[in-house]
């Protein structure tokens, strides 16, 4: 009898601790972005250090307005989005160069909840890091419109240009965020240019952030990946807080054949492209290169139908530019960029630009140029030339540039 009593019994008891068990398994872990990236440490960024005697500072002030909400819990290349947007950060920190900046940290998460956590105060590197640090992640959804409103509340305060700097993955949002981005900037008009930071790949985020980039007028959108690389960084920093110095004046027609003269007696000039090597800003240029007044490589852009990545016949003249100049200089490289403009998913404008740059590469290998000397870089819609607002700035963004290799 005692036996058929503790049968059940001991079975009643195992159903309980199966039940405890279940019930204290840990909860879901965070997609992610992209499952085929295995999880490790991920090395340093380099720093590359701008300089500034080609450069001015167009910026007065600057402002981050940082997500940290649930959604950016998410993985993304080996780490949260949360950790890629702190080091993306951290990497535009360091890399801005030592100029007098009024700097300001917005972070924003839960429905209503907004809070500046730096500034807006005279700039330091060491003051700005200690506050991305502070921040954590929050709970609930991302009010990036409340955000947006709040920084026009701090700018009463700060005079001159400003930089909107947004970094999230734009997930959750409505278009609350960009009929935002269109308030402050009529407010505001030419003061105010507002700038994207994208993480990850969610593909309503990302539209998102591009409308709300759009709708800045003077900034635009990037994803934080195409940032990582030093030199992509740098040429971020420059675009956003920096402006090329204007090339001196030239002299009387009546008096530069002996002005040049002069100065190429007394400066030299090593590449033999025209310009002195006080004021070559490219040196190095390829022989029989045309060059800008800087004695920067003159040469135009191939562009591309929608959706298309086939050469056409107008950008002929200048890829058998490209081969003559190969051709006379045996030692140098190219880089072949792609871009794209700004319609469609990101994923797919990226292939696409690699699509347009290979396409270029063809053609120039066919001329008899070998492939070992040219390098694809593909940018998508990150790096547009002009405004992707009208028909007119779309078709010059859809293009492939050529610049100097290694």
């Known amino acids: 009898m005692t036996i058929r009593i503790m049968k059940p019994l001991l079975l009643l008891i195992i159903i309980f601790l199966m039940a405890a068990c279940a019930s204290h398994k840990a909860g ?4 992610d972005d992209n499952p085929d990236h295995l999880h490790k440490a ?24 940082f997500d940290p909400s649930s959604s950016m819990s998410a ?27 009024v700097g300001g940290v917005r972070s924003f998460g839960n429905p209503v909840y907004t809070s500046l956590i730096y500034g807006l105060t005279d700039y330091t590197k060491d003051d700005f890091e200690f506050a991305i640090k502070t921040i954590t992640v929050s709970d609930g959804a991302s009010p ?15 005079a001159g240009k400003t930089a909107v700097l947004i970094i999230s993955d734009g997930q959750d949002m409505d278009i609350q965020p960009v009929l935002a981005a269109v308030k402050m900037k009529q407010r505001f008009k030419d003061e105010v240019c507002i700038y994207t ?18 709708a800045g007028q003077c900034g635009f959108a990037v994803n934080a990946d195409n940032l990582v690389d030093g030199r992509d960084m740098a040429d971020f920093v420059k675009k956003v807080f920096l402006t090329e110095k204007e090339a001196p004046l030239k002299q009387p ?9 002069s100065s190429q007696f007394k400066f030299g000039d090593a590449d033999g492209d ?13 022989k029989g290169a045309r060059v800008d007044e800087n004695g920067c490589w003159l040469i135009g852009d191939v562009l591309f139908d929608f959706d298309k990545y086939n050469i056409k016949p107008a950008g002929y003249p200048t890829l058998n530019e490209v081969a003559d100049i190969m051709r006379n200089n045996p030692e140098f490289n190219i880089e072949i960029h792609g871009h794209t403009d700004i319609i469609g998913p990101e994923k797919y404008n990226d292939r696409l630009s690699i699509n347009r740059a ?12 070998s492939k070992d000397r040219m390098l694809l870089k593909g940018f998508g819609y990150s790096r547009p030339k002009t405004t992707n607002n009208n028909v007119k700035g779309r078709a010059e963004n859809r293009r492939i540039e050529f610049k100097r290799g290694n």
């Open 197 to 214: 930071i994208i993480v990850g790949n969610d593909p309503g985020g990302q539209e998102i952030l591009n409308q709300v980039a759009i």
């Open 274 to 286: 025209g310009i002195t090597d006080d004021k070559d800003q490219c040196p190095g240029t390829p």
């Open 75 to 101: 993985i993304h290349a080996g780490q949260t989005r949360f950790e890629l947007a702190k080091d993306t950060i951290n990497h535009l920190n360091k890399t801005i160069p030592d100029i007098k900046l």
């Open 28 to 31: 879901p872990v965070a997609q």
């Open 253 to 261: 027609a009546g008096d530069s054949t002996a002005v040049t003269a």
């Open 42 to 65: 991920l090395p340093a960024r380099e720093v590359v250090k701008i300089q500034m005697d080609q450069y001015t500072q167009k910026v007065d002030n600057f402002i981050i307005i």
């Open 358 to 369: 290979t396409s270029g590469k063809k053609y120039l290998i066919k001329q008899g140029i």
């Open 144 to 158: 990036l419109d409340f955000a947006l409103a709040a920084v026009a509340k701090d700018f009463e305060f700060v």
